[in-house]
């Protein structure tokens, strides 16, 4: 089939814009063109609005983080501060105290750090008698036991911590095992 224009049929969307536009004047067809380009420069302005927000997000996004990650220690910071006071009075006063004192100094820093901790979300976990779990527990011996059943925590060596239920540091810990 050959492209000459006696054999090219007309499109049937153009020829019904070319006679519904037989009918428009001049004014009639600048008025429609400034309408189109009015709502081509609102739909441009919509765009850029919504780029300039998009960016603006972004960068409140990360400003965020970048304070989180600068100030996200601040909670730990001022639950510690009275540990660290305790213990510089400790040091300050370590020569005039006895030993009974020191211990119980000792004891209410401890005290002090324990409820720091806990008020941050930090947990102590003591697995002595719970079965070994190798998710939360680090098994540093094996102990024959007649008392304990095989495979359960004899002791803790070291005492695991989680932090709001994510393990911080596994329990490291004596497994028993059967007696010989």
């Known amino acids: 089939m050959s492209d000459t224009p006696s054999s090219h049929t007309p499109d049937p969307a153009s020829s019904a814009t070319a006679q519904a536009g037989e009918g428009l004047t001049l004014d009639d067809l600048k008025a429609l063109l400034a309408d189109a ?3 081509c420069q609102q739909q441009r302005d919509q765009h850029l609005r919504a780029v300039a ?29 009275p540990v660290k006071d305790s213990l510089d009075l400790a040091v300050e006063n370590a020569a005039r105290a006895d030993a009974a004192a020191l211990a119980e100094g000792q004891a209410a820093t401890l005290r002090l750090l324990q409820k720091a901790l806990e008020r941050i979300g930090i947990t102590e976990l003591d697995p002595t008698g719970q079965p070994f779990d190798a998710d939360q527990h680090e098994a540093v011996a094996a102990q024959p036991s007649a008392t304990a059943e095989p495979g359960s925590v004899l002791l803790a060596v070291q005492r695991g911590y989680s932090l709001n239920g994510r393990l911080l540091r596994a329990a490291r810990v004596v497994v028993a095992r059967a007696p010989d």
């Open 53 to 81: 927000e998009l960016d603006n997000v972004r960068k409140r996004a990360q400003r965020d983080v970048e304070q989180a990650h600068r100030f996200g220690i601040e909670r730990l910071a001022q639950e510690l501060l």
């Open 37 to 39: 380009e009015s709502r």
